[in-house]
Nanobody
Framework: QVQLVESGGGLVQAGGSLRLSCAASGMIFSMNHMAWYRQAPGKQRELVARISANGNLISVDSVKGRFAASRDNAKNTVYLQMNSLKPEDTAVYYC????????WGQGTLVTVSS
C-alpha cells in the first residue's frame, strides 16, 4: 500500500524554525520527484517546494531563502527545513509524490505565533 506520513509540525514563534518529515512507503521513492504543499485555513492547497529524484530544488517565491526541501533515499523520507517562520506560514503541510498525484497523507499542522 502506497502511503505518505508527515510529521514534525507544531507551534513556534515567528522567526523560529521547524523541520518537517514525510515518510513514504509502497513506492520506489528514489525515482519519485517529491513536493511539499500547504493549506492555510480558508485557502486552497498551494505548492511550497519541490525536490526532484536527483536532488534539484525548487521553492516558491514566498518561501525562497527560508524553506528548503531535502531527501534521504535510504530512509524513503523527504524533509522540509523551515527557517525564519512567519505567521502567514501557518498551515497544514503535506507531501506529495510525482507518481501518485492524488495521494495525500494526513498532513502536519504548523502554527506560527506572532
Amino acid at each position: 500500500q502506497v502511503q505518505l506520513v508527515e510529521s514534525g509540525g507544531g507551534l513556534v514563534q515567528a522567526g523560529g524554525s521547524l523541520r518537517l518529515s514525510c515518510a513514504a512507503s509502497g513506492m520506489i521513492f528514489s525515482m519519485n520527484h517529491m513536493a511539499w504543499y500547504r493549506q492555510a485555513p480558508g485557502k486552497q492547497r498551494e505548492l511550497v517546494a519541490r525536490i526532484s529524484a536527483n536532488g534539484n530544488l525548487i521553492s516558491v517565491d514566498s518561501v525562497k531563502g527560508r524553506f528548503a526541501a531535502s531527501r534521504d533515499n535510504a530512509k524513503n523520507t523527504v524533509y522540509l527545513q523551515m527557517n525564519s517562520l512567519k505567521p502567514e506560514d501557518t498551515a497544514v503541510y503535506y507531501c506529495n509524490a510525482h507518481s501518485y498525484p492524488n495521494l495525500w497523507g494526513q498532513g502536519t499542522l504548523v502554527t506560527v505565533s506572532s
